[in-house]
């Protein structure tokens, strides 16, 4: 398993992360990977596996993994800027950002407000630009924005459920759920999968993340909690989208959606993988990055 180092962020938290930088990587380019809920830095191993000669960072974001959360956080916003600090504090001024799920959210936000940063962008079963349609259940049948983040924390059907699994380490609860819904076509070896439960376990942000999720809003639309702030279409990078047709997480509408927000954008459609190609497929999905950034780089 690779090691994980730490580093001290000027906002106190100190993050976890992987790293590989063969002597032999190919140019000076550096991905800078972005995990998504329930998860951490370690969901990359396939990738790490895949792409051997790549300088190659993944952080624990804040409150998942081995990182610390010693600040809440209600927007996804501030975690690009913890990204930034991060990437700062190791000496890294620019790089091709890859985000996995919620990471492409945060993925997207570093593309918007550090565009100077982001080399090129590639979202792996990324969530709606118009964030998570997620809201309460009223008794007469209605649905409503969650008011509060206690409110959403005491939500019957997801949340409350789902903080119990957390606070029980309830390991073989959740090993069911993702054979279920993440890992529908293939199954990890089962050493790795101890690995991604033990970190997923971990996680202490799960409120914050969702309330994040719910107000994150990059449409010029209303998404029932927010007003969109319309800067989805100010993001000019070469961006590519990984579109799983067995995905029972982000559909392929979403993003499809996602896709024709961004000028330019490439989509790429995997018939075979659900919503986790770094088990379904993770030798396509290197060849795809690899392929992306070197065709950024031809530009």
Same mark, same amino acid.
């Given at each position: 398993?690779?090691?994980?180092?730490?580093?001290?962020?000027?906002?106190?938290? =100190?993050?976890?992360?992987?790293?590989?930088?063969?002597?032999?990587?190919?140019?000076?380019?550096?991905?800078?990977?972005?995990?998504?809920?329930?998860?951490?830095?370690?969901?990359?191993?396939?990738?790490?596996?895949?792409?051997?000669?790549?300088?190659?960072?993944?952080?624990?974001?804040?409150?998942?993994?081995?990182?610390?959360?010693?600040?809440?956080?209600?927007?996804?916003?501030?975690?690009?800027?913890?990204?930034? &600090?991060? &990437?700062?504090?190791?000496?890294?001024?620019?790089?091709?950002?890859?985000?996995?799920?919620?990471?492409?959210?945060? &993925?997207?936000?570093?593309?918007?407000?550090?565009?100077?940063?982001?080399?090129?962008?590639?979202? +792996?079963?990324?969530?709606?630009?118009?964030? +998570?349609?997620?809201?309460?259940?009223?008794?007469?049948?209605?649905?409503?924005?969650?008011?509060?983040?206690?409110?959403? &924390?005491?939500?019957?059907?997801?949340?409350?459920?789902?903080?119990?699994?957390?606070?029980?380490?309830?390991?073989?609860?959740?090993?069911?759920?993702?054979?279920?819904?993440?890992?529908?076509?293939?199954? *990890? *070896?089962?050493?790795?999968?101890?690995?991604?439960?033990?970190?997923?376990?971990?996680?202490?942000?799960?409120?914050?993340?969702?309330?994040?999720?719910?107000?994150?809003?990059?449409?010029?639309?209303?998404?029932?909690?927010?007003?969109?702030?319309?800067?989805?279409?100010?993001?000019?990078?070469?961006?590519?989208?990984?579109?799983?047709?067995?995905?029972? +997480?982000?559909?392929?509408?979403? =993003?499809?959606?996602?896709?024709?927000? +961004?000028?330019?954008?490439?989509?790429?459609?995997?018939?075979?993988?659900?919503?986790?190609?770094?088990?379904?497929?993770?030798?396509?999905?290197?060849?795809?990055?690899?392929?992306?950034?070197?065709?950024?780089?031809?530009?």
């Amino acid at each position: 398993m690779l090691e994980k180092k730490t580093i001290s962020l000027p906002n106190g938290e =100190v993050y976890a992360y992987i790293e590989q930088k063969p002597e032999n990587a190919a140019g000076s380019e550096t991905i800078l990977l972005l995990h998504g809920n329930s998860a951490s830095s370690l969901f990359f191993m396939p990738l790490f596996k895949n792409l051997a000669n790549i300088h190659l960072i993944a952080p624990d974001l804040r409150g998942f993994g081995d990182s610390t959360y010693s600040g809440r956080f209600s927007s996804l916003t501030e975690l690009a800027d913890d990204v930034i &600090a991060f &990437a700062g504090a190791l000496g890294i001024s620019k790089a091709h950002v890859t985000g996995h799920s919620a990471g492409g959210g945060i &993925a997207l936000e570093l593309a918007v407000r550090y565009p100077g940063f982001v080399n090129s962008l590639f979202i +792996i079963q990324g969530f709606s630009h118009k964030g +998570i349609p997620f809201f309460s259940t009223k008794p007469d049948g209605t649905f409503a924005p969650f008011a509060s983040k206690e409110e959403l &924390a005491a939500d019957p059907v997801l949340m409350a459920p789902a903080l119990a699994l957390l606070e029980q380490k309830n390991s073989a609860f959740i090993d069911l759920f993702w054979k279920n819904t993440i890992y529908v076509n293939k199954q *990890p *070896p089962k050493e790795e999968n101890d690995i991604y439960i033990a970190e997923n376990l971990k996680q202490r942000n799960l409120v914050d993340l969702n309330w994040a999720l719910v107000h994150f809003n990059m449409s010029a639309k209303h998404n029932g909690y927010s007003q969109g702030t319309g800067t989805i279409g100010t993001i000019k990078c070469p961006a590519a989208f990984t579109c799983a047709a067995l995905d029972r +997480i982000v559909p392929p509408a979403m =993003v499809k959606e996602n896709a024709a927000a +961004i000028s330019g954008s490439k989509l790429l459609e995997y018939k075979e993988s659900g919503h986790s190609p770094l088990v379904d497929c993770p030798a396509q999905l290197a060849k795809d990055i690899l392929d992306h950034i070197q065709a950024e780089n031809k530009t």
